[in-house]
């Protein structure tokens, strides 16, 4: 769908929350009377307030009003499933989380059927935030998806194979609202780029180790809109030892095999499934001994030469460690240094390797693409919402 001239305005306020009428001329490249009409649409709509010109002494020229997002002009559910739990929010125009509850249930075992009865159920149960209308579900999954974004093609981690989610979800909630799909690695990233740790990146690599594997996505900076190009990647299954171990993929020695979360709380002498929060109190009572033991182990040995790989091969320009490896790259910068000194494309251009800054990227990331309609044509959207009155 392409971006109408109300889109483009919003777009670039969710980006910078506010700016002045000449700003956002400038950010949209719309002519001064598309921005002028498409301010009009945006007020009545409620998406924007808008706030008269400040006269600064001494200040040359005319001065500009103020544009600023109303936040609360609509929201979007946000899931993130996992083997284990489900969790679900609500997420605002300014990618805060107005509501959230996690419920534990083995995904996996449940089957897609029955998964999905509860997923639905999960969405009809969330609280909405006051009287804003709802402008799309996102949903992240651990593994592919079709380039729909609506069938679930192989989520590995879930025993999921070509799996109508969009259809088999709408039937079940009775809603028109938009429902979208997509591998939670790539939302993540999708969250860090917009917002968080890699904010301002050209070519952003995200890693993000979570209990049973390790996500993977690459961002592009995009048109000067702001819009991005997101590329899944199976980086967990990347053969770091391929005399190691045998992976659920079928190869050997795959990545993930060493630093997923339980791999990583497995290296530091932990009993939990390595959420980043169990790795960071860990790491944080190292004694001296155990800090050089864990600094020698596989895991440490196979992250430097994954990061190596990654980086020599897709050459981003930042990289954001997510999950249990945001404390790592917290707690020991030093193995970032080494694993940047290996690479011969960082040797060449700058790269810089740094924790997460979000702790739901996934579903700030599923929010974000939720959101897509609304940002490409706010009136459709949102007509067709007040219209159909959903608030599931």
Request: charged share 20%; glycine share 10%; proline share 5%.
């Amino acid at each position: 769908m392409s971006q109408t001239a109300n889109g483009r305005l919003l777009d670039s306020l969710i980006r910078f929350g506010s700016m002045s009428r000449a700003e956002a001329t400038l950010d949209t490249q719309l002519a001064r009377s598309a921005v002028g009409a498409a301010i009009a649409d945006l007020s009545r709509l409620n998406l924007v307030k808008t706030f008269p010109a400040v006269v600064a002494p001494g200040v040359a020229g005319r001065p500009s009003p103020r544009l600023e997002l109303n936040p609360s002009g609509g929201y979007a559910i946000a899931l993130n499933v996992r083997a284990e739990a489900i969790e679900i929010a609500t997420v605002d125009l300014s990618r805060n989380i107005k509501s959230y509850m996690e419920r534990s249930v083995n995904v996996r075992e449940l089957g897609a059927a029955e998964a999905l009865s509860t997923i639905a159920e999960c969405i009809r149960s969330i609280e909405a935030p006051g009287k804003s209308p709802l402008c799309g579900i996102g949903i992240a999954l651990p593994g592919i998806v079709g380039r729909d974004n609506a069938i679930a093609r192989n989520v590995l981690a879930l025993d999921w194979h070509d799996v109508p989610v969009v259809s088999v979800l709408k039937q079940h909630i009775g809603s028109q609202v938009p429902i979208t799909i997509d591998h939670d690695a790539t939302l993540g990233a999708l969250a860090e780029y917009s917002c968080g740790a890699g904010r301002g990146a050209g070519r952003l690599l995200y890693l993000t180790s979570e209990p049973n594997g390790l996500g993977a996505a690459m961002i592009s900076r995009g048109r000067s809109n702001g819009s991005t190009g997101d590329h899944m990647l199976q980086a967990g299954h990347l053969s770091v030892n391929p005399s190691g171990s045998r992976c659920a993929c079928g190869s050997r020695g795959c990545l993930e095999l060493f630093v997923s979360g339980r791999a990583i709380e497995n290296a530091i002498g932990g009993v939990g499934s390595g959420t980043p929060g169990e790795v960071s109190a860990k790491l944080s009572t190292f004694t001296l001994k155990e800090r050089t033991h864990f600094l020698r182990s596989d895991c440490i040995n196979a992250l430097k030469i994954g990061l190596v790989s990654l980086i020599n091969t897709l050459a981003p320009d930042r990289v954001v460690l997510a999950g249990a490896l945001a404390p790592i790259a917290a707690h020991f910068p030093s193995i970032l240094t080494e694993a940047l000194a290996m690479s011969v494309v960082a040797r060449t251009e700058p790269v810089t390797i740094v924790p997460a800054a979000l702790n739901n990227a996934m579903l700030i990331g599923a929010a974000e693409q939720a959101l897509r309609g609304l940002k490409n044509d706010p009136i459709l959207v949102l007509e067709k919402s007040r219209r159909t009155g959903d608030k599931t």
